[in-house]
């Protein structure tokens, strides 16, 4: 019933930024919870930042202080801003926005 369209992956240098973007569609309630999960090669999926109702976030401790995670809850749209990009951030990264999965969107950072 709700779908989710991820954006904003691509090919960066070390040390670059990208923005992500999980925008969602059909039935929706406004403010609902966000989190930003990623997937390296023979690793599990691992949750990397999210922000609640309340809009407090939260982050694991390798993205903290170089991630910052945003809701608009007008364009129904979970953001990811990722900056100090580091080889190890390669991933696919997967949205989880209203109760719905994203489909996934590859983030590559060469050194």
């Known amino acids: 019933q709700v779908q989710l369209v991820e954006s904003g992956g691509g090919l960066v240098q070390a040390g670059g930024s990208l923005r992500l973007s999980c925008t969602a569609s059909?039935?929706?309630?406004?403010?609902?919870?966000g989190g930003w999960y990623r997937q390296a090669p023979g690793r599990q999926r691992a949750l990397i930042a999210e922000?609640?109702?309340?809009?407090?976030?939260n982050y694991a401790e390798s993205v903290k202080g170089r991630f910052t995670i945003s809701r608009d809850g007008v364009k129904n749209t979970v953001y990811l801003q990722m900056n100090s990009l580091k080889a190890d951030d390669t991933a696919i990264y997967y949205c989880y926005y209203c109760d719905t999965w994203g489909q996934g969107t590859q983030v590559t950072v060469s050194s």
């Open positions: 922000i609640h109702r309340s809009g407090r976030t």
């Open positions: 059909g039935s929706i309630s406004v403010n609902s919870y």
